[in-house]
C-alpha cells in the first residue's frame, strides 16, 4: 500500500558549492537521523526565568504529544525503519533504516560527495513526510 507524502515546510537545502558528487549512497548503507517533533505548547517568554522545570513538567507542559509520537513511530516502522530512541521533553526521535528506506519515508536520496576536508553523505533540496504526520515535524 502506498502512502501519500506532504511537503515539509523549511526542509529545503542548496546545492553546497566546491562539492563534488561520489554518487549516491549505497541504498543498503544504515544511516541514524533525528527528528525533532512540534510542541504540544509554545512556552511564554518568562517561562523558563523563574525555577527551572523538571524533566517531567518540561514534557507535560511543552513536550511532544504521546500521540504524535505514537503516529510518527507507526509511519516509521510501517516503512520498513525502526524507532531506536524517543525524548517526549526533547520532543526528540531517533530513527534508523537503510538509506533507501529512509529515502522512501522522506523523498530525499543521500548523496555521497567530497569537498576539502573530506568526503560525507547529504542531500539536496526538501523532504516531504508521509500525510498521517504532516504537521508533527
Given at each position: 500500500?502506498?502512502?501519500?507524502h506532504?511537503?515539509?515546510?523549511g526542509?529545503?537545502?542548496p546545492?553546497?558549492a566546491?562539492?563534488r558528487s561520489?554518487?549516491?549512497v549505497?541504498p543498503t548503507?544504515?544511516v541514524?537521523?533525528?527528528l525533532v517533533?512540534?510542541?504540544r505548547?509554545?512556552?511564554?517568554?518568562?517561562?523558563?526565568?523563574?525555577a527551572?522545570l523538571t524533566?517531567?513538567?518540561?514534557?507535560?507542559r511543552?513536550?511532544?504529544?504521546?500521540?504524535d509520537?505514537?503516529?510518527?513511530?507507526?509511519?516509521?516502522?510501517?516503512a520498513?525503519a525502526e524507532?531506536?530512541?524517543?525524548?517526549?521533553?526533547?520532543?526528540l526521535?531517533?530513527?534508523?533504516?537503510?538509506a533507501?528506506?529512509l529515502?522512501a519515508?522522506?523523498?530525499?536520496?543521500?548523496?555521497?560527495?567530497?569537498?576539502?576536508?573530506g568526503a560525507?553523505?547529504?542531500?539536496?533540496g526538501g523532504?516531504?513526510?508521509?500525510?498521517p504526520?504532516?504537521?508533527?515535524?
Amino acid at each position: 500500500m502506498s502512502v501519500s507524502h506532504v511537503a515539509l515546510p523549511g526542509s529545503e537545502r542548496p546545492p553546497l558549492a566546491e562539492v563534488r558528487s561520489l554518487g549516491p549512497v549505497d541504498p543498503t548503507t544504515v544511516v541514524a537521523i533525528t527528528l525533532v517533533l512540534r510542541r504540544r505548547a509554545e512556552p511564554p517568554p518568562d517561562a523558563f526565568a523563574a525555577a527551572p522545570l523538571t524533566r517531567t513538567e518540561l514534557a507535560e507542559r511543552y513536550g511532544a504529544e504521546p500521540a504524535d509520537l505514537d503516529a510518527v513511530t507507526l509511519a516509521v516502522t510501517a516503512a520498513g525503519a525502526e524507532v531506536i530512541s524517543a525524548d517526549p521533553a526533547s520532543r526528540l526521535v531517533r530513527v534508523r533504516g537503510s538509506a533507501d528506506t529512509l529515502t522512501a519515508l522522506f523523498g530525499s536520496p543521500l548523496e555521497q560527495v567530497s569537498r576539502a576536508g573530506g568526503a560525507f553523505r547529504m542531500r539536496q533540496g526538501g523532504l516531504s513526510v508521509p500525510a498521517p504526520v504532516s504537521g508533527l515535524l
